[in-house]
């Protein structure tokens, strides 16, 4: 299976720090790239990473608040001036549509490559795009704000060279068939189904990204079973009641999400700028899921295909 990884833009929340950004978490599969939020300075730090933004397919807004958006114009705006010519969708809260006609009335970004903009509601919740789906749900915050779940598509089960040979399959352009799903008919007649020659279906890699959001039952939907849960933890343990005041979470409540959700790893971003030292944030988490680690801005994490 083909290479996915996750690389952590901005981790940062309200505001950015000299190590933080703000929200931004790239996502790259076979080299095709999908953005999740796009805070101010999301274009200088693809630089920083590396990432070109040449590359990205998919953007999906979790909410209007600032931190989470401002960062759009410039990076679209850079794309524009690279002749960028393939189709870009964005999908966001209502009200993303009138956000780009007054980008464009204003003179502010007027893209010069086909983009769509998408803006979810009851019936529009889910993308599909070439090898993979992104389902989005509504999560709880202080205004409409979506939270993202990424699937990969699953893979064909791997070829039994044995069981072909034994069929008396002749090797050449039959294998490669049955391998992509198609039933053949031999020479002699005999009609092979793929299952004779394949092993299981291979479960696609899921990803979530779920902020800014109290802990709720869309994000353990979302984290179901996904091999990375990303989830905001604004707060330690000391400002729960902050948390749950402005509508987000503590560290401990998003690691009981991806404790409940059955998550096989859980990161931990959207930090509050006021925590310079994080031991507390991601020690409470640890005891409720250990395999959670803090998110930093440029850290990048494999996903490995699920064996
Ligand atoms: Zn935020
Ligand atoms: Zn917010």
Redesign the pocket.
């Known amino acids: 299976m083909s290479g996915l990884r996750v690389v952590f833009l901005g981790t940062s929340s309200a505001k950015p720090t000299l190590s933080r950004g703000l929200p931004a978490v790239a996502l790259i599969l076979d080299g095709v790239l999908v953005l999740f939020d796009c805070g101010e300075g999301t274009q200088l730090q693809f630089t920083r990473a590396g990432l070109r933004p040449s590359r990205l397919v998919l953007l999906c807004i979790s909410?209007f608040?600032g931190?989470?958006i401002n960062g759009i114009p410039g990076l679209l705006s850079t794309m524009n001036l690279d002749q960028h010519a393939d189709p870009v969708t964005v999908m966001g809260p209502v009200g993303l549509k009138s956000y780009f006609r007054e980008l464009r009335r204003l003179g502010i970004f007027q893209p010069r490559f086909p983009l769509t903009v998408l803006e979810l509601d009851n019936k529009e919740r889910e993308i599909r795009m070439d090898g993979f789906r992104v389902v989005a749900d509504r999560v709880e915050?202080?205004?409409e704000?979506w939270g993202f779940r990424f699937e990969e598509d699953s893979k064909p089960g791997r070829f039994n060279l044995d069981a072909a040979r034994a069929l008396g399959i002749p090797m050449g352009p039959l294998y490669g068939q049955l391998q992509h799903g198609e039933i053949v008919t031999l020479e002699d007649g005999r009609v092979i189904q793929p299952g004779e020659v394949l092993g299981a279906q291979r479960a696609g890699r899921v990803v979530a990204y779920v902020t800014?959001t109290r802990p709720c039952e869309t994000a353990l939907r979302l984290g179901q079973d996904a091999d990375l849960l990303i989830h905001e933890a604004t707060y330690a343990r000391d400002m729960a009641d902050q948390a749950a005041e402005r509508?987000h979470s503590t560290s401990t409540e998003a690691a009981h999400i991806a404790a409940r959700a059955g998550a096989r790893k859980l990161v931990l971003t959207h930090l509050s700028p006021k925590y310079t030292d994080l031991t507390a944030l991601i020690g409470e988490a640890r005891e409720v899921f250990p395999n959670t680690q803090v998110a930093k801005d440029l850290v990048e994490i494999e996903i490995l295909p699920r064996e």
Do not use: I
């Open positions: 909410h608040h931190d989470h915050h202080s205004l704000t800014d509508r």
